[in-house]
């Protein structure tokens, strides 16, 4: 028997099929592929992308990253400009201890003389954050050179450069952040090497960006893609997964036709609240592609069905979120089908770094 | 020690000042208090409600009530229309069946067949919801007498009705919202009078109308206020609280400051990312009432200090999320801290029903 709604659920064999999609597509290219593996969380599906040829696993923060080298998935880049408090900076000493090959982002000479006063030089390579137009973090690309030499004259194996062109998550904005990218690291790789820290890995983000980031002329040797994986509405409405690629749904019943509407009993609480500016709604259906979620709360999202016919009360809809990597961090558990069945799921696997903001 | 950020924290002395001004107004109104428990999902604050004077809890789901019950807080009301699945059905006789009262709303004369077919009857109570102009789920105010007496025939006792302006939750909406609330609840009661099905029971909502339902002309004896115990961003901005009596903030720390502005390392993951068509950013500095989240991602909360100061790089802020039920619902555990100190927690309350969505 399934869970009762509202639930997530994993296509098992749309998931595979995006894996090894993405996996070869990246060989072909002759980049390495670091999936972010925030977006699922999961140790089933990193292995899994470790077994397609990955050649580690990217993170957001130390609890993740430590959540996945427990299980032996130890070959981990923290994506992130960390400020190493002390908790934090005894966490990464143990994880190094215990033989993890981790990575830090940074991206300021301040955090690269914090981290050198915690006494991770030698423990944890270092990758330079560098802003390619996204304006979040990431220090300006001429300026990582300083960030490196403060990381290497401390001691650190400075071992690379990062960018996240998250600009890419934007209508028509694909092929443009991706080109954005390519230059901010050809301008750091540069600056770099005149300076005598020259990267051996140059890596670039993104879901969006991917397919343009793999025909450009681009400094790149590595690519982080996350969303990719299972796919989401987001992603659906940008055209950088079809619609037959979504692997991942929430499963829903319709509680009320109040209003002429489907009211669901999967709110934000299960899908998240995320909503871009230019998204058509608060998520979408996937065997009704015309419906959007119209307004959306805690515990019930508000279907119009755009003219289509109402699904009859306590019938159960797939919903697809907005954004996967936060539906996912709402779960502690992912039920896996095969295509096109409603049975008993194959598998349950644990959301296992659920919750690891830290 | 501090855990590390991000991480949640309750003022515990402005958390307890909400709940005993709450419990004060109701009381010299002379109407019953039902606080929505799905905003803290935590027990000792429950029990601090239910101390100050609260008849009872209102949760969401059949997940939340059986978090509740377990810890012997069993007066619970589900303000939701249930759909009753076999799982559900079973659940719910458990909870009667150890002794826990416990009402469920309904909308639809189906939602009533289904919960008899389900043999409740006799196990829980059952209130009628009717839409009072959110447009969310409910009936119509005419249809109440409808759905009351499909239930009462099919043995149930018909305890109520209840309602919620969710259209509060716009700027100058309080007033009109909890007058519609006022106006579709007397309908629904004179519509069940006269078919016999008198309500005991006339419930409003919500934390922004709160005020406003005090002082009208209205059917209500119960009112259901949620978020007010906490507080956050978007009902500072409505002025449905005060920033003095803003109870959770999340800690969190200056990662960079790329681009001249606050880079911190609490994003949607640990925030939420609602955000009202209204609202004025992605949350809000409680010691910077001018500075403002322009950009979110699951990790970064990237600040305009709107021309004040940068806060030092490593320096640790407090945010208030805009909606504080979904960011308590990203965390497993409240680090509880007495007023204006930052020191070790004087407690730490788990999240209980953290993710209970089903």
Same mark, same amino acid.
């Given at each position: 028997?399934?869970?009762?709604?509202?639930?997530?659920?994993?296509?098992?064999?749309?998931?595979?099929?995006?894996?090894?999609?993405?996996?070869?597509?990246?060989?072909?290219?002759?980049?390495?592929?670091?999936?972010?593996?925030?977006?699922?969380?999961?140790?089933?599906?990193?292995?899994?992308?470790?077994?397609?040829?990955?050649?580690?696993?990217?993170?957001?923060?130390?609890?993740?990253?430590?959540?996945?080298?427990?299980?032996?998935?130890?070959?981990?880049?923290?994506?992130?400009?960390?400020?190493?408090?002390?908790?934090?900076?005894?966490?990464?000493?143990?994880?190094?201890?215990?033989?993890?090959?981790?990575?830090?982002?940074?991206?300021?000479?301040?955090?690269?003389?914090?981290?050198?006063?915690?006494?991770?030089?030698?423990?944890?390579?270092?990758?330079?954050?560098?802003?390619?137009?996204?304006?979040?973090?990431?220090?300006?690309?001429? *300026?990582?050179?300083?960030? &490196? %030499? #403060?990381? +290497?004259? $401390?001691?650190?194996?400075?071992? @690379? =450069?990062?960018?996240?062109?998250?600009?890419?998550?934007?209508?028509?904005?694909?092929?443009?952040?991706? *080109?954005?990218?390519?230059? &901010? %690291? #050809?301008? +750091?790789? $540069?600056?770099?090497?005149?300076? @005598? =820290?020259?990267?051996?890995?140059?890596?670039?983000?993104?879901?969006?960006?991917?397919?343009?980031?793999?025909?450009?002329?681009?400094?790149?040797?590595?690519?982080?893609?996350?969303?990719?994986?299972?796919?989401?509405?987001?992603?659906?409405?940008?055209?950088?997964?079809?619609?037959?690629?979504?692997?991942?749904?929430?499963?829903?019943?319709?509680?009320?036709?109040?209003?002429?509407?489907?009211?669901?009993?999967?709110?934000?609480?299960?899908?998240?609240?995320?909503?871009?500016?230019?998204?058509?709604?608060?998520?979408?259906?996937?065997?009704?592609?015309?419906?959007?979620?119209?307004?959306?709360?805690?515990?019930?999202?508000?279907?119009?069905?755009?003219?289509?016919?109402?699904?009859?009360?306590?019938?159960?809809?797939?919903?697809?979120?907005?954004?996967?990597?936060?539906?996912?961090?709402?779960?502690?558990?992912?039920?896996?089908?095969?295509?096109?069945?409603?049975?008993?799921?194959?598998?349950?696997?644990?959301?296992?770094?659920?919750?690891?903001?830290?």
């Amino acid at each position: 028997m399934s869970p009762s709604t509202p639930f997530l659920s994993v296509d098992l064999e749309r998931m595979q099929a995006n894996i090894a999609r993405t996996a070869d597509a990246a060989t072909a290219r002759g980049v390495a592929l670091r999936p972010h593996a925030k977006t699922h969380k999961c140790i089933e599906i990193g292995r899994m992308q470790l077994a397609a040829g990955a050649v580690g696993l990217t993170v957001a923060t130390v609890g993740e990253a430590e959540v996945f080298a427990a299980a032996g998935l130890d070959d981990l880049f923290i994506a992130y400009p960390l400020w190493v408090d002390a908790g934090r900076a005894a966490r990464l000493s143990h994880l190094a201890a215990v033989g993890a090959n981790i990575s830090i982002g940074l991206d300021s000479v301040e955090g690269a003389e914090r981290v050198a006063r915690a006494g991770l030089a030698g423990r944890v390579a270092v990758r330079v954050e560098v802003d390619a137009g996204h304006h979040r973090s990431g220090c300006d690309p001429s *300026a990582a050179a300083d960030v &490196a %030499l #403060a990381a +290497a004259r $401390a001691g650190f194996d400075v071992e @690379g =450069v990062f960018a996240f062109p998250g600009h890419a998550y934007a209508p028509g904005e694909r092929e443009r952040a991706a *080109a954005d990218e390519a230059a &901010a %690291l #050809a301008l +750091a790789v $540069a600056a770099m090497r005149a300076a @005598g =820290v020259a990267p051996r890995v140059v890596s670039g983000g993104s879901t969006p960006s991917f397919d343009a980031a793999l025909v450009l002329d681009s400094p790149v040797t590595e690519l982080r893609p996350g969303v990719g994986v299972l796919g989401d509405a987001q992603q659906w409405e940008l055209g950088s997964v079809r619609e037959t690629d979504i692997a991942l749904t929430c499963h829903a019943t319709v509680v009320s036709h109040a209003g002429g509407r489907l009211v669901l009993d999967a709110g934000s609480k299960v899908l998240g609240a995320d909503r871009a500016p230019w998204a058509t709604g608060h998520g979408r259906l996937l065997d009704h592609p015309d419906a959007r979620i119209v307004l959306l709360s805690e515990h019930h999202a508000v279907v119009d069905m755009a003219g289509g016919a109402l699904r009859p009360l306590g019938s159960v809809v797939r919903v697809v979120p907005n954004h996967v990597c936060t539906a996912v961090n709402l779960v502690d558990e992912l039920a896996v089908h095969h295509r096109g069945t409603d049975a008993e799921p194959a598998a349950v696997w644990r959301v296992a770094a659920r919750g690891r903001n830290s």
